[in-house]
């Protein structure tokens, strides 16, 4: 979930407005294509209209919150229903940044459901996590039956390439999928300040970005041909694993720089979704600008 980025004074962000924003979407099946049936916003969230540069029936979304960044206090929720035999892709445009906090914790909650025969590719753009931030997040993808999922979330603590390390600060993530109201996958962060997890070797390894990437199909041969080939293009890469386990194909990745990290991501996504999905790569336009 992003934002279009604008200037900033992050030394005065303590003294803005906070906002609650919410977004409802709803994507239906008619005449062989996916269509958004269901809009609704409340607060400065958002999406542009929908895209088919696949000419197929995946329609492809891109989620705006135009006051590029997110303060202390600030609730962002995120709801997601795709309906039955749907096929959606969501992006975003820019990295969503969390900005420091004297006292309140921003929080963002994000609620993905994919009904029976319905394909969700979730491929965000990083978040960053400014120094001082507070920040509890939360992602519960909810899967019926056979459905499909391919999605990520990279993060990044402080701006390594600014030269600005995430000395202090709160950061709770959780990230779960079920699948038919039972649990594939509960992974939880919870760092505070300069934890030991940051430096330590079962940690983060001193390594200021982290990301995780997952996928879900129902088809135990083309996830072991998916695990092959992102063992194939990962081989001899450090600090990035893959794992299949409880019907989910996880990858994890440890890196100094956000942007190489999205850009492995994205290659892992561009060679295994003619697999999982007989999809040639199709990049979201916005990711071109």
């Known amino acids: 979930m992003i934002a279009i980025a604008t200037k900033i004074d992050v030394n005065c962000i303590d003294s803005m407005s906070r906002w609650e924003a919410k977004l409802h979407l709803g994507l239906t099946r008619k005449n ?28 492809h979304l891109y989620i705006l919150h135009p006051p590029g960044g997110v303060v202390g206090g600030d ?8 309906g039955p035999a749907t096929s959606t892709l969501i992006t975003t445009p820019a990295a969503n940044k969390f900005y420091r906090s004297m006292g309140p914790a921003a929080w963002l909650s994000q609620m993905l459901t994919v009904k029976n025969s319905a394909v969700l590719e979730w491929l965000p753009q990083e978040t960053i996590l400014f120094n001082g931030c507070r920040v509890c997040s ?14 990520w979330e990279i993060v990044s603590f402080g701006r390594p390439a600014s030269g600005e390390l995430f000395t202090r600060g709160t950061f709770r993530q959780s990230f779960e999928i079920w699948k038919n109201d039972k649990p594939l996958l509960i992974d939880r962060v919870n760092i505070r300040d300069r934890a030991e997890v940051f430096n330590s070797s079962w940690g983060l390894k001193g390594k200021p970005v982290m990301g995780l990437l997952a996928v879900i199909t129902n088809n135990a041969h083309h996830m072991e041909k998916a695990r092959d080939q992102i063992h194939a293009m990962i081989e001899g890469v450090c600090n990035i694993s893959v794992t299949l386990i409880n019907q989910v194909l996880i990858c994890r990745c440890l890196g100094t720089n956000a942007t190489s990290m999205f850009e492995t991501f994205t290659q892992i996504w561009k060679r295994i979704r003619f697999i999982l999905l007989n999809k040639p790569y199709c990049p979201p336009r916005i990711w071109a600008t």
């Open 138 to 151: 939360k992602t519960i993808i909810n899967l019926q039956q056979d459905a499909k999922f391919f999605g």
């Open 32 to 59: 062989r294509k996916t269509i958004l049936s269901k809009r609704r916003h409340i607060g400065p969230l958002t999406i542009q209209r929908p895209f088919y540069p696949e000419k197929k029936d995946t329609c």
């Open 75 to 82: 609730t962002l929720n995120i709801d997601i229903e795709c």
